[in-house]
């Protein structure tokens, strides 16, 4: 007798043409659920039992040549990644419409082109995954470790774009998060994914089920139990004699570039910075209650991505205000526009400056991992000739900056490694690092996607990042989400999406070096080569049973 989630196994498997994409796409839909904001990572139980049930029915045309056979699986992945990429993404269209006059010809570029774009990746795993397939349990390795490569190669070719990574559904809570300071987002995903799959033996007969599901009991209560260690084991305190100010503006995309609005947006940060601290104690995200010191010392001034509506070595008036607004042993931290040259040979740089009590520049860093088409255009030329633009409003862009290096937050201050908007999301060319910084710091301007989930999940990425490095996290957004975190990823002190204000708080103390900070990706390479392995070995049991 079969059970009901057999027989629905079975109608999945023998489903065809446009019920199988139909379900794939929705399958990979609901998938986004376990992302910010949402945060439910059950539904990845549901997600990808179909998918291994679509890729049990996925096989191509006996003596048929590789790619023909191939392809019944890769529509099902491309149809998948389709549906996760377009739910996941939809509020891309967002920065488009912010300019709708002259880019309305981008918005399906945005919202549609480019998940079908990054689904592609999911149809090569799906295929890959296929060619190693199974009747039995070592399946789901092949299809965890095809999904985990093609995320990685997802981060890396064609500049990379790694943004919703599988492994965030298996992280939304501080909890959560330790095991990405062993194995990384990529080692995260890798794991997510045999785990989620898990229930699709229960429907199907498979050898080596009892064995396989045993080995995903251990790896969720490693996961749980090594994530209370490493909260429990997070140094407690703050730096002493550093406080911190997150200017949080709140200007509207539509504003900020505005010339009429210049003067305006200026005024409120400089306001923002002088104004007096809350009285009431912030609450963190453990449920306490934290007042910020008021003691004498170092006050780290950090304002957001692009501050400046101007270029701030044009104008010494600005840096006469800044010196006024800024009080002794102040140092201000501001997203800014760079300019080298002059005239049509000048060169801008989207930039993170340290700028002293006396308003001097004392250093900068330049962002070096740019927005394709939005703060460059690929094929400039070409394109142009075409009509078509980058979002930035600067002629040819911004030019990306020769290397990344920490900067002190003035002399003899905390040092921190600067992180301008969507760089925070690639951990891996961050790199092992010779020197180790206090803290991550992360200026960014999200009001290109208003109130969407766009950036709630811009912060759980940026949390992974520093709970990867065991480093707090000083992130501030001009609209939102501005926050500071301990080492291990709770909430210190923070400001709502949208809101306009200041967020005050002492500089949590770094963590001990973590084996991601030590290792990189190692970790996850070894991984992937253990379930490479274990894919390998259960195809050709599969092939002799078979013969």
Not at 258 to 281: G, K, V
Not at 295 to 304: A, D, F, K, T
Not at 400 to 410: I, K, N, T, V
Request: net charge neutral; aromatic share 10%; glycine share 12%.
């Amino acid at each position: 007798m079969q059970t009901g989630l057999q027989r629905l196994a079975g109608r999945i498997i023998l489903s065809d043409g446009w019920t199988r994409a139909l379900i794939a796409f929705l399958a990979g839909a609901v998938l986004v659920l376990g992302l910010a904001p949402f945060n439910v990572p059950a539904v990845g139980f549901v997600s990808f039992p179909l998918l291994v049930w679509l890729l049990d029915g996925a096989s191509g045309k006996p003596g048929a040549g590789l790619i023909r056979r191939s392809c019944p699986a890769f529509r099902i992945g491309w149809c998948f990644g389709f549906g996760y990429f377009v739910a996941g993404l939809w509020w891309l269209g967002a920065a488009i419409l912010v300019d709708g006059a002259e880019f309305w010809w981008a918005l399906p570029l945005a919202v549609f082109a480019l998940p079908m774009a990054l689904a592609i990746y999911w149809g090569l795993a799906a295929a890959l995954a296929r060619l190693f397939w199974s009747d039995g349990a070592l399946r789901l390795f092949a299809l965890a470790a095809s999904i985990a490569l093609f995320e990685d190669l997802r981060g890396m070719l064609l500049t990379g774009f790694t943004w919703n990574t599988v492994g965030a559904i298996a992280a939304p809570v501080p909890l959560l998060m330790g095991s990405v300071s062993v194995v990384g987002l990529n080692g995260l995903t890798l794991l997510s994914v045999f785990v989620f799959s898990l229930p699709a033996l229960l429907a199907t007969p498979a050898r080596g089920r009892a064995l396989a599901s045993v080995f995903g009991v251990v790896l969720v209560g490693a996961h749980v139990a090594y994530g209370w260690w490493h909260v429990s084991n997070a140094p407690a305190g703050h730096v002493a004699g550093v406080t911190l100010r997150l200017v949080q503006p709140n200007i509207l995309q539509g504003q900020k570039w505005d010339p009429a609005e210049a003067e305006r947006i200026f005024s409120r940060q400089l306001e923002l910075t002088q104004a007096p601290m809350p009285p009431a104690p912030i609450l963190q995200g453990d449920g306490s209650a934290q007042t910020p010191s008021t003691e004498p010392g170092r006050r780290l001034v950090v304002w957001p991505e692009s501050s400046f509506p101007f270029i701030l070595t044009q104008r010494p008036d600005a840096v006469a205000s800044l010196a006024e607004a800024l009080g002794p042993g102040d140092t201000l931290i501001a997203g800014a526009t760079r300019m080298e040259g002059e005239g049509a040979k000048a060169r801008f740089f989207n930039s993170v400056y340290v700028i002293g009590e006396d308003g001097t520049i004392l250093d900068a860093q330049d962002k070096l991992h740019l927005v394709p088409f939005g703060e460059y255009l690929p094929f400039q030329a070409l394109l142009e000739s075409w009509g078509i633009n980058q979002l930035t409003h600067l002629p040819g862009g911004f030019s990306p900056g020769a290397s990344r290096r920490d900067l002190e937050a003035g002399p003899g201050g905390p040092r921190f490694l600067p992180l301008i908007c969507y760089e925070i999301i690639f951990p891996g060319e961050i790199g092992t690092r010779a020197t180790r910084p206090d803290f991550i710091l992360n200026v960014t301007n999200d009001a290109w996607y208003g109130r969407t989930p766009g950036p709630y999940q811009h912060l759980r990425q940026a949390q992974l990042t520093a709970v990867a490095f065991g480093l707090p996290l000083v992130r501030a957004a001009n609209t939102g989400i501005s926050i500071v975190t301990d080492s291990v990823g709770r909430p210190v002190a923070g400001l709502a999406l949208g809101q306009g204000g200041t967020v005050d708080a002492d500089l949590p103390l770094p963590g001990a070096p973590t084996p991601y900070a030590r290792w990189g990706e190692k970790v996850f390479y070894g991984l992937l080569a253990l379930f490479g392995l274990a894919a390998v070995i259960g195809y050709v049991r599969f092939r002799r049973s078979a013969d």
